[in-house]
């Protein structure tokens, strides 16, 4: 039973380049979530999205930033013209429910993006 | 707004010494609360979660946690620290009422285990 699967783990970029993020939920789990971690600091929540829906978006930058999960494949975070205050860790998580017992959000490992 | 603070960003105890790890949190409803460890370069795993039922949640590597709603709190403990307990531990909160379950975390605390 494969965890969540984060790619690229490792991803540079230059200034004004692209990123993009490629999460894969667990098995039935149809809820992601994207956090970002910068340098010594926790984690803060970004986007939480159903399959084909936005459905809470409120911790994302109004711009350059936008996230994604079709019906077919795995969920992206997009980075436009990437700046050296976008290097950090980002983690995506995915849970089978919000509801109750089986609300909780399993991570993935990461992609650490190192913009230069 | 929810927050969560966790006293001490770094924290050193010797090889089978108590581990406690402080978390408060604010919130104007009764919330969910985790705790959660990052070992380096690696994701964060759940090690236990309060959802409402026990105060006292048991948790895996022999961690365990208390929800004291009069202290806003949720400490976690574990009764003899192993080399391997060495990474970053996270307290995190989130609203059971709200649209999904997003999460907020506390800064982190670094627990360094010494022999």
């Known amino acids: 039973n494969a965890g969540v699967m984060q790619n690229p783990r490792h991803l540079v970029r230059r200034r004004g380049q692209e990123a993009r993020l490629r999460c894969s939920p667990m098995k039935g789990h149809s809820h992601v979530y994207w956090y970002r971690q910068l340098p010594e600091e926790g984690l803060k929540f970004m986007v939480y999205l159903q399959k084909e829906n936005i459905i809470d978006e409120s911790g994302m930058p109004k711009e350059r930033f936008s996230a994604e999960f079709p019906k077919e494949g795995p969920s992206i975070l997009r980075i436009q013209q990437v700046v050296r205050g976008d290097s950090a860790a980002y983690f995506c998580?995915?849970?089978?429910?919000?509801?109750?017992?089986?609300?909780?959000?399993?991570f993935g490992p990461g992609t650490r993006l190192t913009v230069t | 707004a929810q927050s969560v603070t966790q006293l001490g960003s770094h924290v050193s105890v010797s090889e089978g010494a108590l581990v406690l790890l402080r978390c408060n949190y604010s919130?104007?409803?009764?919330?969910?609360l985790f705790w959660y460890v990052q070992y380096p370069n690696q994701g964060l795993q759940l090690l236990l979660k309060?959802?409402?039922?026990?105060?006292l949640v048991k948790g895996i590597n022999g961690f365990e946690a208390e929800f004291k709603k009069s202290e806003t709190s949720f400490h976690l403990t574990k009764p003899s620290a192993h080399m391997s307990d060495a990474a970053e531990y996270f307290c995190a909160v989130s609203d059971p009422g709200a649209a999904g379950n997003k999460l907020t975390f506390g800064g982190g605390t670094r627990v360094l285990v010494k022999p």
């Open positions: 309060y959802t409402s039922a026990a105060t």
């Open positions: 998580a995915s849970s089978p429910s919000v509801q109750g017992a089986r609300n909780e959000q399993y």
């Open positions: 919130s104007s409803v009764p919330p969910y």
